[in-house]
């Protein structure tokens, strides 16, 4: 298969889907470096006041802290060239990378019990189409994830009923279980597995969640988001809110492809 046909194929999965992996982004050694750096600054004991908890997840409270080692995979050459295909145009990343570790233990439930519950991200009245191509949200993983290893789970082609649902204005996002009997949605959860080094999108407008793990590997993951640059005025806009959506120590440490790729050159 070419590499176009590949491209094609991940970003209709996106879009029909809603979400697309991409395997082989970081190499082996890269994938090992970043499972050493979230171990390292993420641990079962962290505060809240450092990273947010969910059962045994917990996610870097940001932009008041940073990592910046794993922030630094932004500036991949692979992974820019996987966001290049899902953007239409040139790209900046949008706020502090996402850090994120699993560790074994119970989060908000899993499909083997049949307790998993999903939900969006809040409710967007904006059509799907309209917005895709604009922006990214893309997940790299540096340890395999395998099922029941706390992966995140979501009902592949929920967004296009939510979309419809979300036509009625008093139409309010909630959580979601098989009991809601939702009109039209085929209630087949699916577990986002992938190898460590690939990447994973998706969006959040369709019905998805964490995971228990049950397995005794964490899962170690980083979030970045990319939006697509706008006009000069947006531009200027962004650049003066930088502050409030990066962490300050960070700011002063970055390089020159950081910078650049923030927009704050």
């Not at 190499?27 to 045994?56: H, Q």
């Not at 990447?199 to 980083?222: E, G, K, M, T, W």
């Not at 706008?230 to 959506?245: F, M």
């Amino acid at each position: 298969m070419s590499k176009q046909k590949k491209i094609k194929d991940y970003r209709q999965q996106f879009i029909n889907q809603g979400y697309a992996i991409v395997e082989d982004v970081l190499t082996i050694e890269e994938a090992k470096e970043g499972v050493a750096i979230l171990l390292d600054k993420i641990r079962p004991e962290s505060p809240e006041s450092y990273a947010g908890i969910w059962g045994t997840r917990r996610q870097l409270k940001t932009p008041e802290h940073s990592v910046p080692e794993i922030a630094r995979f932004a500036t991949h050459p692979k992974l820019l060239k996987v966001v290049s295909h899902m953007i239409d145009g040139p790209f900046r990343l949008t706020a502090e990378p996402l850090p994120i570790v699993t560790f074994p233990g119970k989060v908000c439930g899993c499909l083997k019990d049949g307790n998993w519950r999903g939900h969006t991200d809040g409710l967007s009245r904006v059509p799907f189409l309209e917005s895709e191509g604009k922006a990214a949200c893309i997940w790299l993983t540096f340890a395999d994830i395998e099922s029941s290893g706390g992966a995140t789970t979501l009902i592949p082609g929920s967004h296009c009923l939510i979309e419809k649902m979300a036509a009625d204005p008093e139409f309010r996002a909630k959580s979601y279980t098989a009991e809601d009997n939702l009109d039209g949605l085929n209630w087949n959860p699916k577990e986002i597995t992938l190898k460590a080094g690939g990447v994973f999108f998706f969006y959040d407008q369709a019905i998805h969640s964490a995971s228990d793990n049950l397995l005794q590997q964490p899962r170690l993951i980083c979030a970045y988001g990319f939006t697509k640059k706008g006009n000069q005025e947006e531009e200027l806009t962004a650049r003066r809110t930088i502050h409030e959506r990066f962490n300050s120590n960070h700011l002063e440490m970055m390089d020159d492809q950081m910078e650049q790729l923030i927009g704050l050159v």
